[in-house]
């Protein structure tokens, strides 16, 4: 069965500077995709960038910008110039890519709480 | 696009009785997750629908809970005989099957229903 796992429960970062989040995965298949998602305090989940693991090129969303390692099986997102407004709990998610898996359920990580200092 | 509903927000109910949440999916999205988040700790998958049939089922999800989705449109879960432990964050997702270069693989939550059992 597939897993994900952050290992960083809390992370804080000044404004303005850069922040990576961890994250690692297990899983037998070679095609799937991995996720970071934001939840705001009292607020739904949104997506903040998303990379497909046939494509060796990282993804980048602006300010967001992941280091996928497909051999380590890892996937950390970097969040350059941070700002007030990124202070959230960060989850990182695999879904399989492939039929002949069965599933298509996303599977997250525990989160990353990361607080932003002014 | 109004994106994904649910319905209630918030439902504050006594231990043994029943409740019934909706969820209304993005309208042609043809995938429906529901999920459940405890404080503090990611999502943690319940079920899912492709249109109206339900594929998976979580072996965490005991024989109380039931899920449906009619016409494959908005879907129900009904919690039957409530106990304190079902206090959650429950989560509604919907997404689309992928078409070509991966597009339309990430889920698009609801704002959730929080269940208080007392």
């Given at each position: 069965?597939?897993?994900?796992?952050?290992s960083?429960?809390?992370?804080?970062?000044?404004?303005a500077?850069?922040v990576?989040l961890?994250c690692?995965?297990?899983?037998s298949?070679?095609d799937?995709?991995?996720?970071?998602?934001?939840?705001?305090?009292?607020?739904?989940?949104?997506?903040?960038?998303r990379?497909e693991?046939?494509?060796?090129?990282?993804?980048t969303?602006?300010?967001?910008?992941?280091?996928?390692?497909?051999?380590?099986?890892?996937?950390?997102?970097k969040i350059?110039d941070s700002?007030l407004?990124?202070?959230?709990?960060y989850?990182c998610?695999?879904?399989?890519?492939?039929?002949?898996?069965?599933?298509?359920?996303y599977?997250?990580?525990?989160?990353?709480?990361?607080k932003?200092?002014? | 696009?109004?994106?994904?509903?649910?319905?209630?927000?918030?439902?504050i109910?006594k231990?043994?009785?029943?409740?019934t949440?909706?969820?209304d999916?993005?309208?042609?999205?043809n995938?429906?997750?529901?999920?459940?988040?405890?404080?503090?700790?990611?999502?943690?998958?319940?079920?899912y629908?492709?249109?109206?049939?339900?594929?998976?089922?979580?072996?965490?999800?005991?024989?109380?809970?039931?899920?449906?989705?009619p016409?494959?449109?908005?879907?129900t879960l009904?919690?039957?005989?409530?106990?304190?432990?079902?206090s959650?964050?429950?989560l509604?997702?919907?997404s689309?099957?992928?078409?070509?270069?991966?597009?339309g693989?990430?889920a698009?939550?609801?704002?959730?229903?929080?269940l208080?059992?007392?």
């Open positions: 069965a597939q897993t994900v796992t952050q960083q429960p809390e992370m804080s970062v000044q404004e500077e850069t990576t961890s690692t995965y297990d899983t298949e070679s799937y995709y991995l996720f970071w998602y934001k939840q705001p305090p009292s607020r739904q989940m949104i997506l903040v960038i990379q693991a046939y494509k060796q090129q990282n993804a969303e602006n300010r967001f910008s992941v280091n996928f390692q497909k051999a380590a099986k890892s996937f950390s997102l350059s700002q407004g990124d202070a959230a709990m989850f998610a695999y879904r399989s890519g492939s039929w002949t898996s069965g599933t298509y359920k599977i997250f990580g525990t989160g990353t709480r990361l932003v200092l002014a | 696009d109004t994106g994904v509903s649910q319905d209630p927000r918030h439902k109910t231990r043994g009785q029943n409740v949440f909706r969820c999916p993005i309208s042609e999205h995938r429906l997750y529901w999920y459940r988040q405890t404080l503090g700790q990611g999502p943690e998958f319940l079920t629908f492709q249109n109206e049939a339900q594929l998976e089922k979580s072996r965490l999800l005991s024989d109380r809970f039931s899920a449906e989705r016409k494959g449109s908005f879907s009904e919690i039957q005989r409530t106990e304190q432990g079902d959650a964050m429950y509604c997702a919907s689309l099957d992928e078409g070509t270069g991966g597009r693989t990430e698009f939550f609801g704002q959730g229903t929080r208080t059992v007392v």
